[in-house]
């Protein structure tokens, strides 16, 4: 699976969207980009993924670029409750299930 | 729809002592993950299971750990003779499997070792 980097840390004012992004500039055709986070002591929380095109759910959106070397997640309107550890996660999609691998993440913090 | 359910939330062990942790997958799921999360580090695979079956364990430590998931009932993560180095956070996840594989994660089993 490709490696990912992330910014470690990133501010963001309550009510204001959030832009998190991601570099993965050794992505394969393959393979798709996944969002979780971690809410401190948490267990981890599925946000988002997508392929090649951008992807909008009830949490977030995912922005990826045409080459597919970087994304970005956004959070349209932060909360405090958004404060946590984002991982950006790129992997194949398959049938076969498989591990997540976890880079340090990006740590969030909103502020009132 | 009850979620991913690990037990115990808490558990405290002393040197030596045997450490099990259990897994319940959510309706629906067959496939289960064990992660392993070190204090101030970040998130490691141990191991990959399906019904009965190990698929991947190569993040499992050589020795003292071990990973069952059963026809019937709970996966288990036992690990014998517990050290200080145990300590951490243990979570599961589980998936269906299927082409859409999004794993969805337990709230954790936090092991400390005395």
């Known amino acids: 699976d490709a490696k990912t980097t992330q910014p470690p840390s990133m501010d963001c004012a309550e009510g204001r969207a959030a832009n998190l992004p991601c570099n993965h500039s050794?992505?394969?055709?393959?393979?798709?980009v996944y969002w979780y986070r971690q809410i401190h002591s948490q267990g981890p929380q599925y946000i988002i993924h997508?392929?090649?095109n951008n992807e909008t759910n009830e949490m977030a959106s995912l922005i990826i670029t045409e080459d597919r070397k970087s994304s970005t997640l956004i959070l349209p309107h932060a909360t405090l409750r958004d404060t946590a550890v984002y991982y950006c996660?790129?992997?194949?999609?398959?049938?076969?299930?498989?591990?997540?691998?976890f880079g340090q993440g990006t740590e969030l913090s909103v502020k009132p | 729809n009850a979620g991913v359910m690990q037990n115990p939330r808490h558990l405290v062990r002393r040197r030596g002592q045997e450490a099990r942790l259990r897994c319940s997958p959510m309706?629906?799921?067959?496939?289960v993950y064990w992660y392993r999360q070190l204090p101030e580090e970040g998130l490691k695979f141990m191991v990959y299971l399906q019904k009965e079956n190990i698929i991947d364990e190569s993040g499992m430590p050589k020795e003292r750990f071990s990973a069952e998931f059963p026809k019937e009932g709970p996966s288990i993560l036992r690990i014998q003779q517990v050290v200080r180095g145990d300590s951490a956070a243990y979570f599961c996840?589980?998936?269906?499997?299927?082409?859409?594989?999004?794993?969805?994660f337990g709230a954790g089993t936090r092991l400390s070792v005395l």
């Open positions: 997508g392929l090649k």
């Open positions: 996840a589980s998936s269906t499997g299927t082409f859409k594989n999004i794993q969805y």
């Open positions: 309706k629906g799921h067959s496939h």
């Open positions: 050794t992505i394969s055709g393959n393979e798709y």
């Open positions: 996660i790129v992997r194949v999609e398959d049938n076969q299930g498989g591990k997540l691998i």
